[in-house]
């Protein structure tokens, strides 16, 4: 059973954190995201981390709107999968989300059991009503347009489940 502690990721991280999510953006699971976007991101991430300081998981918490935010880019080492650190992680961006005024969580995945377990549910629908959706097109995010599920991002989106939670 690994020990680990879940924080705010730091700048010093984001080295780590494309390292750990990099076998995983070349299957096609993950969003590839440059180095420059994870600095900017780096407030969205907390990491999973032993006593050691080795960094075995990461994820982000993407506000969408007034009530909605997203998951992204959660991920554990190979190493540590099956022992709680993505659960670990997803609770904490949960309890985060709360804090921050949301009341839904979306995400785009393969992990439909995983996600599952963590009261999100298969969404066929859009989420968001008209006027915010238009509203979001004005968004340069390229996560934004695959929530949108706009046709220049559906070749990244192949085969991946729309879910939201309730929070
Ligand atoms: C929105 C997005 O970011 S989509 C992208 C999601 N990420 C990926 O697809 C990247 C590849 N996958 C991964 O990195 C991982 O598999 C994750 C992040 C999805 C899950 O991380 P893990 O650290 O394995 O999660 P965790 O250990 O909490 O749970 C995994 C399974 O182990 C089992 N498990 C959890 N804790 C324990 C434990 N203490 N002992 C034994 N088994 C356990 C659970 O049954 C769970 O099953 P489930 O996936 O059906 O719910």
């Known amino acids: 059973m690994p020990q680990f ?8 991280d984001v080295v780590g954190i494309q390292a750990l999510i990099q076998p995983m ?3 096609n699971i993950l969003l590839g995201k440059g180095l420059v976007v994870l600095y900017e991101a780096v407030q969205e991430f907390v990491v999973a981390e032993t006593p050691d300081g080795d960094l ?4 982000a918490l993407h506000v ?9 880019t959660i991920a554990s080492s190979p190493a540590v999968r099956g022992q709680g650190v993505g659960h670990a992680m997803l609770e904490r961006l949960m309890v ?15 992990e439909t059991e995983f996600f ?4 999100f549910r298969a969404v066929d629908e859009q989420v968001v009503d008209t006027e915010t959706y238009r509203e979001m097109l004005h968004s340069p995010d390229a996560g934004t347009a695959e929530f949108l ?14 879910m939201i939670l309730r929070l």
């Open 5 to 12: 502690t879940i924080r705010p990721a730091r700048t010093d």
């Open 25 to 27: 953006v070349d299957q």
């Open 56 to 59: 075995v998981g990461c994820g």
């Open 96 to 110: 985060d989300a709360r804090e921050l005024g949301l009341e839904r969580l979306f995400c785009l995945t393969f």
């Open 149 to 162: 599920d706009l046709p220049w991002v559906k070749p990244n989106t192949l085969g991946n489940t729309r």
């Open 116 to 119: 599952g377990r963590h009261g």
């Open 64 to 72: 969408l709107w007034r009530d909605l935010g997203e998951v992204r």
